[in-house]
T-cell receptor, first 115, second 114 residues
């Protein structure tokens, strides 16, 4: 079974703090993703990574950065948290195979509140 | 780019009743379609997927979905809903040869009445 874990289920931070969200997958997947989930908006892609040290912006990268130093680990960084970044953050991973696309496997999510 | 619309934000059904959740996609070529379920406080779990072949796809937990190219739809169905099916359901569309770009609908929240 694919397992995607996220470092925290709930997180409360103050405005201006630097926030780290970590994600680990155990199935040797090449791709890893960070999404933001908000009511009525579904999932929106923040960043994804297709290899170690490689990253691509998604639809809403502003205010976020990412880091992938090891294949199994993908971190989302909020450089200076703001209240409009209060949301549920979901990490996912999948294989790079042809023809694709392969389904994504999701972690349980981190509900971040910025006060 | 591909996109997905889930017209129903919230649906309520009685336990034991049948269920149909709607999903419409927009994409010029053959889409790759998925349904995910998110139970409260959980991540998304894949229910089923359609790549090609038989347009009626069976999934886990007794769900099925039918791909209708003429209607650009991929509706999810279950003949008899259980209280444990209460969750949020997401339809998603991907494209051939692209493992990175999956678009999700806004979701449909299902409430099950006793």
């Amino acid at each position: 079974d694919v397992k995607v874990t996220q470092s925290s289920r709930y997180l409360v931070k103050r405005t201006g703090e630097k926030v780290f969200l970590e994600c680990v997958q155990d199935m040797d997947h090449e791709n890893m993703f960070w999404y933001r989930q908000d009511p009525g908006l579904g999932l929106r892609l923040i960043y994804f990574s297709y290899d170690v040290k490689m990253k691509e912006k998604g639809d809403i990268p502003e205010g976020y950065s990412v880091s992938r130093e090891k294949k199994e680990r993908f971190s989302l960084i909020l450089e200076s948290a703001s209240t409009n970044q209060t949301s549920m953050y979901l990490c996912a991973s999948n294989l790079i195979r042809s023809p694709g696309p392969y389904e994504q496997y999701f972690g349980p999510g981190t509900r971040l509140t910025v006060t | 780019a591909q996109s997905v619309t889930q017209p129903d934000i919230h649906i309520t059904v009685s336990e034991g009743a049948s269920l149909e959740l709607r999903c419409n996609y927009s994409y010029g070529a053959t889409p790759y379609l998925f349904w995910y379920v998110q139970s409260p406080g959980q991540g998304l779990q894949l229910l089923l997927k359609y790549f090609s072949g038989d347009t009626l796809v069976q999934g886990i937990k007794g769900f099925e979905a039918e791909f209708k190219r003429s209607q650009s739809s991929f509706n999810l169905r279950k003949p008899s809903v259980h209280w444990s099916d209460a969750a949020e359901y997401f339809c998603a569309v991907g494209v051939l040869y692209n493992n990175n770009d999956m678009r999700f609908g806004a979701g449909t929240r299902l409430t099950v009445k006793p």
